[in-house]
DNA sequence: CAACGGACCTGCCTGC
DNA sequence: TGCAGGCAGGTCCGTT
């Protein structure tokens, strides 16, 4: 589920709920995840009024008072608005209840996803501090990338998913964006001109303020656990559409090849 | 440093 | 119907 506009797009429901609210209770089911959560975390967030909710690649970072909970939600992660009542299901890992009788809950069945206190600024957390610009930073630009690319002898595909390079950009949206920029997904990323560079990072912009305009994937009401088919992924021109014919030339197949161990999508008359 | 494979997990879908 | 196998939106780590 989560890719960057799913996360964006839960930071954005899930905010109006909590944030000025404080922590009256923090249950936690489950400890194993990416990271252990740690063992006295209800004890450090009890009291404690959350001042801010802010995202930074795929973390959305929960400012406390004293300190902020970094919280990634993996592959099948997804945090939702419930009563405090609300009896858990099956890997409901982690309940955050505020006096304003919120519960904040977090689902993640596969586990990869964490949850983490830092007091320092979480910027500097080692999980945050060697991360790549965000998409909309002006920083990320193609003399930016041109000039990063030349000792990448990797594929293209690889170069943009690489967090260290630039943030947000999964595996869905790599395949989407690369079509967009007509850029080969398994070239080279030194031998990617400047000029679709520039093309690729406004397909990037494009591509990911589009899904966070149809409300990421799913969940639009985060307030009640509905939400299953998506509607950004009527947008998707080419991912998971392997055999079907490509929306720009109207021509080739969508072809489809397992690139750095992730399917990815491709029109080979489009994309050189 | 960069590239690559493997690891971490569960659920769901497909095909036999 | 049952079950093995493959695949899934992420990222870190170890090895070469």
Redesign the pocket.
């Known amino acids: 589920?989560?890719?960057?506009?799913?996360v964006e797009t839960t930071r954005r429901g899930v905010a109006p709920h909590v944030v000025g609210a404080r922590i009256r209770d923090t249950r936690v089911r489950e400890f194993?995840m990416?990271q252990p959560i740690p063992r006295d975390l209800a004890t450090v967030l009890q009291g404690q009024r959350l001042v801010g909710l802010e995202r930074r690649?795929?973390?959305l970072l929960f400012g406390f008072e004293r300190g902020t909970l970094i919280v990634?939600?993996?592959?099948?992660g997804s945090l939702r608005v419930l009563s405090p009542e609300t009896p858990p299901q099956?890997?409901d890992h982690v309940d955050l209840v505020f006096d304003n009788e919120v519960c904040l809950r977090l689902r993640d069945?596969?586990?990869?996803g964490l949850m983490l206190w830092t007091a320092e600024p979480p910027a500097a957390h080692?999980?945050?501090a060697?991360?790549g610009p965000e998409p909309w930073d002006e920083a990320f630009n193609a003399d930016y990338l041109a000039a990063?690319a030349h000792?990448?002898?990797?594929?293209v595909k690889?170069?943009v998913?690489?967090?260290?390079v630039v943030?947000?950009?999964?595996?869905?949206?790599?395949s989407e964006s690369l079509h967009r920029a007509l850029i080969h997904p398994t070239r080279?990323?030194?031998r990617v001109s400047r000029a679709r560079y520039a093309s690729l990072v406004s397909a990037v912009r494009e591509v990911l303020e589009s899904a966070i305009g149809f409300g990421?994937?799913?969940l639009r009401d985060f307030t009640r656990d509905d939400g299953k088919p998506?509607y950004?992924?009527n947008e998707l021109r080419v991912?998971?559409r392997g055999g079907e014919i490509c929306l720009q030339c109207g021509k080739a197949e969508i072809r489809?090849k397992?690139i750095?161990?992730?399917?990815s999508y491709f029109c080979p008359q489009c994309q050189r």
């Open positions: 589920m989560p890719e960057l506009p799913e194993r990416r690649a795929k973390y990634h939600l993996g592959m099948s099956a890997h069945p596969r586990r990869f080692p999980l945050l060697t991360l990063l000792s990448r002898s990797g594929a690889n170069f998913m690489d967090g260290h943030v947000g950009v999964g595996n869905i949206y790599a080279p990323a030194r990421g994937t799913t998506g950004f992924r991912y998971d489809q397992v750095g161990q992730r399917m």
